[in-house]
């Protein structure tokens, strides 16, 4: 997929060495509830298990190949079925050195419109710990609208409860926001 200053594309093994030199950085991991990568071996490893969703995207700058970020859509299965449903999460995360010039704000558009226009989703999720204020402002700007809140959200990485917030954009919000921008 393509923005105006960015491409999204597949990720793979060969981006282990710059994704871990983005993802050691404590100040991103924890505010995602991930703990720093400590090794390459460990970013490899996450390459392999975690970030290997379908709709799970390296984001890059145009004419720079390597990864600034990752941003994916989390598909889910409908309750006691294999079928795929019509919601998904949202999921991103931005390397230090990028952050502040609204590079996840547009691949998130552009990952929202795919999941309506092509993947026929009819609702995105996104959530973020209610101390990420930057995360907050991302999901404003994509259109989202707060939908409720998880006061104890168990977060495995550093077995400690945070409170969770829980946004949502229905097709129906995002097309009437197509619209107006459009007018
Ligand atoms: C959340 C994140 C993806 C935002 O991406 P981004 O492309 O920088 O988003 P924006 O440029 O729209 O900036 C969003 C807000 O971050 C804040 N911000 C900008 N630059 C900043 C900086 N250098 N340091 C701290 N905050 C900053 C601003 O409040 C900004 O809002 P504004 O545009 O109204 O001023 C990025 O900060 C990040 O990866 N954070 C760590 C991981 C994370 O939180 N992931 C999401 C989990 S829910």
Redesign the pocket.
């Known amino acids: 997929m393509e923005t105006e200053r960015l491409i999204l594309r597949p990720i793979t093994e060969e981006d282990a060495e710059r994704i871990f030199v983005l993802a050691k950085d404590p ?3 924890p ?3 991930w703990v720093p990568h400590k090794n390459i071996g460990e970013t490899l490893y996450v390459i392999r298990n975690v970030l290997n969703g379908p709709e799970c995207y390296a984001v890059c700058l145009k004419g720079d190949d390597r990864p600034v ?1 990752i941003a994916e859509l989390m598909l889910r299965t409908k309750p006691d079925s294999d079928e795929l449903s019509d919601e998904c999460e949202l ?4 390397g ?1 050195p ?8 547009e691949a998130s558009k552009e990952l929202i419109r795919h999941a309506f226009e092509d993947l026929g989703m009819s609702k995105v999720w996104c ?3 209610a101390e ?4 907050a ?2 999901q404003e ?1 994509c259109g989202f609208r707060y939908h409720h809140t998880e006061p104890n959200r168990f977060v495995p990485q550093f077995n400690e409860y945070r409170v969770g917030i829980n946004n949502l954009l229905t097709k129906e919000d995002w097309e009437k926001r197509q619209a107006d921008i459009n007018k």
């Open positions: 100040d991103v991991g505010m995602a509830g970020g999921g991103y995360w931005l230090k990028y952050w502040g010039q609204g590079i996840m704000p959530g973020h710990y990420n204020k930057q995360s402002r991302v700007k």
